[in-house]
């Protein structure tokens, strides 16, 4: 039985079996050219299935059989092998097992029968391509293996894929966080997810033996390498048969070369019309899009073109896949609707070392040097971890033999070594020349450039200045609406900028020509976004000095790195705008930044001291270098850091800079807490202590430094307030802390909350107490204490006079410990006593107010949260407190303020503290300030009354926030 006889055989079947009402099934044979392209309107519009059916089976089975069309059947039996009817695929077995029998009974050999009877899988790449098709796929791959470089930076591919990492962003978040994130910034907002690192380029598409995703979002932040790894799929999907078991063919699209055009013309333009119209017709069947650089087409633009929504929206090509690649701060929406998310994390000091090591083949002792000169400016770890900014400072240092100081004198030497470079390459070479300008001599002075390229420099420096801004005729300047990146011959023409015949940038500027994409034109575009920023920095200082005064000022914000780039460039005299942003939480780094990269020798005698706060900023390590620099250098008196997860190589970048200031900071409070400090980085939080003789308030709280971490303290006689809450230590740290209170003469208040020290530890504390006539702060809430360590403590309070605030909060001490202290209460000088949440019954409050009516310095008690105290245990308490003729307020549960007698007895209490208040108005001439309380962390906040409709969530925070001292 020949094949056309098996077909013959089966082609009732056919006709019930085939689901010709299933559009994806229907572009499976489209794709395979089983049905003629221009059949395809024609099928669709046909009614019931059986109709469909009988088209496919006349106008294409039929004459197949005539022909004995072996591999159109093959093709066939292929798509109802991998079907997901499975009536299809058995009828596709039935006719293979009828197959197999002929070529059992005949012996034929046709390798096409034989493969489809002996039930070979057919594998993707077996897949029968149309002509047109392979002609694509064909010019598609020679493209991909002779592609350029994209930029002219010509950083080798090892760059990227031996030394970048990639890591998968874990999307798995509850929609509380979803809202919230939309408040962060794109820092804060990448640190909510977790990261999963990949080993090669192939787990982007197959991580653990997952199926391809449909959607990949590959982000990372300028010169991270998104443009390279784009590449990088396509020559290796060309070349090497990467992914060619998944993906026919690899399409991919810049999207900055086309224009104002639309995503879908780019993609015609790149395979031609008649192979988009099968790829389309195939829903995008094994078919790879690439989209390079989403963040470079504007918000509007991305809405506005339907097509490539559809794409992103799985309405169009449906079986297609999809890369993109964006920035993280133009992708937080797409990042939503993407199956896999990709980010680029750049270089770890390994990475560092080893590209470095590469770089100087050959020369180990060149890449020593080149390490150690990072060592001396290690501003510069900042900028190594983005590969394009490493290959700039390793070339630059090939070139100049040493590093700069600032990012303004970085950038500035590499354009100038760039433009001596490509100038020197041929005395004929091409170029832009400005029509008409009057700036050459600034220029000539501020970049140090010869004559001969004042007029190549000025013309760069304008293209990339009205990127950003744009004139008007009464000469005020104004910000784009959207920046241009992309410039087009239009752009520069209106610019009076000339451009030569066979013009290629200078080394400084990528040349596009368009046509090769969707475009008819040529486009120009700065090698990278910081090289446009820098440039556009110099061209503002050939403006009046009004309208520079305007820019900085109007645009600070929007646009922070050109305006740090420009104080670097200017050298600015004292300008009270700059100092009045330090005050701005959302430009308060840029000014920090803009100050670090003027490096004035001397700082005007107009700034008065002030507070530095970055708390709750996430600062990275060269951000650490700005404000190192800024506190060794202005009158800083106070820096606010915490919660900048800067970890131990960020306070080791403040604290060397501080160090070799040889300088010594101003400083009087520093806050460091929740920073993910170690041992290891208290080291360097020491040499800022030591380099700070005003200090006098450190908070470290809420950093994991352990027993280790404190024993470096024990030498400091400098500080009067010390915060070490949560900061795991255990009983060897208290030894520690006995030892450095037994000699430190100066601290008034000590904060240990939060730390498993227990009774042992506690007693150390107690012990070293006894003779210290200084502290008047002991904070150790939530230290594990029970009733033996409670005894101690009212050892304690029987001999120290000096003590005058004592929370032990959080400690379940019970009745047995809290009648220990009362008993201690009648010699004690203590003014403030918290004593929350310590487990305390009735019992244990009658002995309290026992206690309480023998003591004459108590002002504020606070005894809130002890749950199984009643309403008789309240009552006992506030008669003691009234009898007891000083306390102003005692802190109690609201549900006992329904009770008719405790309402009375706070009504005397806040009429007590108010009276104080009028006392002291008379005798001082001005208000006392409200009595401060501190919470359960030891933090001081003004206290007020507790009624019923407070919330206690309101009064006390939660356990584990970490919070500094306030109103000290």
Known sequence: MSTSEVLKRFFPKLMKTLPMDDPIFVAELFSRDLLPGNHYDEVKSLGTQANKAAHFLDHVIKPAVTIGADKSFNALLNIMEYSEYSNVKELSQQIKS???????????????????????????????????????????????????????????????????????????????????MQKLTTEKWLEKFEKIKLNDLREIFHYSNEAIPRLILIMGEPGMGKTTIANEICKRWATEGFLSEDFDIVIKLLLRSIGQKLVEEGIIKQVGDEAYQQVKRSLGTKCLVVLDGLDEIDAKRQESDEWLMGLIKCELLERCSIVITSRPHACQELMKKANRT??????????????????????????????????????????????????????????????????????????????????????????????????????????GLRKDKIQMALSLCKLAFHGYFVATGNKKVYKRSNPIIIFTEQDVIDLRIEIAENFDGHGLLDVANLHDYAGDQTSYNFIHLTIQEFLCAVYMLTLSQEEQYDLLQQYFVDYPNIMILYCGLSKLDFHPF??????????????????????????????????????????????????????????????????????????????????????????????????????????????????????????????????????????INTLTELNMSYCGLSVEGAACIKKMLTQNTTLKTLHIGGNNIGDVGVGHIAEALEDNNTLTVLNVYSCGLSAKGAISISELIKINQTLQFLNVSKNPIGDEGITAIAQSLHCANISKLDVMWCSITDSGAVALAAGLRKNHSIELLSVWRNVDMTIDGA????????????????????????????????????????????????????????????????????????????????VIRDDQEITHTEGQ
Request: glycine letters at 4%; one cysteine or more; hydrophobic letters at 35%.
């Open 578 to 715: 700059i100092y009045s942003q330090l005050k701005s939480r959302s430009a308060v780094m840029t000014a920090v930044k803009c100050l670090y990269e003027d490096q004035k020798g001397s700082v005007p005698e107009a700034i008065s001291p002030f507070t530095l706060d970055l708390s709750h900023i996430s600062l990275t390590p060269f951000d650490c270098i700005c404000v190192g620099y800024i506190i060794c250098h202005y009158p800083v008196t106070k820096l606010e850091m915490g919660i900048c997860h800067i970890g131990d190589k960020g306070i080791k970048f403040l604290s060397r800079f501080c160090v070799k200031g040889l300088k010594a900071t101003q400083l009087q409070q520093l806050y460091l807490m929740g920073n993910d400090i170690t041992s290891e980085g208290m080291k360097d939080v020491m040499s800022i202590v030591t380099s700070s003789p005003s200090l006098r308030v450190l908070d470290v709280s809420g950093n994991i430094i352990g027993d280790d971490g404190i024993s470096l303290y024990q030498n």
């Open 875 to 954: 009552r006992v308490i506030l008669e003691a407190a009234v009898a007891n003729g000083v306390c102003q307020e005692v802190m109690i549960d609201y549900v006992h303020h329904s009770d008719d007698i405790v309402r009375e007895m706070m009504t005397v209490l806040v009429e007590r503290s108010r009276q104080e208040e009028r006392n002291a108005k008379t005798k001082d001439g001005s208000i006392r300030d409200t009595i401060p309380k501190e919470d359960h962390h030891g933090n001081t906040k003004q206290i007020s009354e507790t009624t019923k409709d407070d919330d206690p969530q309101d």
């Open 98 to 180: 009828a197959l197999k029998e002929r070529l059992d009974n005949t012996g034929n050999t046709s390798n096409t029968a034989s493969s489809v009877a002996n039930g070979e899988p057919p594998t993707k790449k077996s897949r029968l391509l149309s002509n047109t098709l392979v002609d694509a796929v064909a010019r598609l791959q020679a493209r991909y293996k002779n592609e350029a470089p994209h930029s002219q930076t010509d950083w080798p591919r090892h760059v990227v894929f031996k030394y970048v990492k990639l890591a998968i962003v874990e999307k798995a978040i509850n929609t509380y966080q979803d809202d919230r």
């Open 342 to 447: 990709i980010e680029i994390l750049g270089f770890g000091d390994e990475e560092i070392k080893e590209f470095v090591q590469h770089s100087f083949t050959n020369d180990t002792q060149s890449a020593e040097t080149f390490l150690q000169e990072l060592e001396e400016y290690p501003q510069f770890y900042g900028l190594c971890n983005v590969p394009v900014s490493l290959v700039m400072i390793v070339d630059m240092f090939k070139e100049l033999k040493c590093l700069p100081s600032t990012l303004t004198e970085l950038y500035k030497r590499f354009v100038v070594m760039r433009l001596a470079r490509e100038s020197e390459k041929s005395k004929e070479k091409k170029t832009l020349v400005l029509m008409a300008s009057g700036e050459e001599v600034l220029l000539e002075t501020l970049l």
